[in-house]
């Protein structure tokens, strides 16, 4: 179960909602990251984009994500048990 820490961005676009996280949560099944995460960075940078799971499967492909994709938990730790580190991440835009 990873940590999480809202973006700088999340802080400041929703100060009453993602302040109070500025430190982290740590993992477990109250975090909003799920089961696992992969952090997507480019070369040395973090984009801060997350593919991660989700303790609420209702909310996939709803407005309330901050970049990041998100999975039902089983798919995430599949996913991440099969990814090597420095995998690359294809990004497409489907019109």
């Not at 798919?75 to 835009?93: C, E, F, G, K, P």
Request: charged share 20%; with cysteine.
């Amino acid at each position: 179960w990873p940590s999480w820490t809202p973006t700088p961005d999340m802080i400041e676009r929703e100060p009453e909602r993602y302040e109070q996280f500025a430190d982290g949560v740590p993992g477990g099944p109250e975090n909003p990251l799920g089961a696992r995460a992969l952090y997507l960075y480019s070369g040395n940078r973090d984009t801060y984009l997350r593919i991660h799971g989700t303790n609420a499967p209702r909310t996939i492909g709803s407005a309330v994500s901050n970049g990041c994709a998100r999975l039902v938990n089983d798919y995430v730790i599949d996913l991440y048990a099969r990814t090597r580190l420095n995998s690359q991440v294809y990004l497409y835009n489907r019109v």
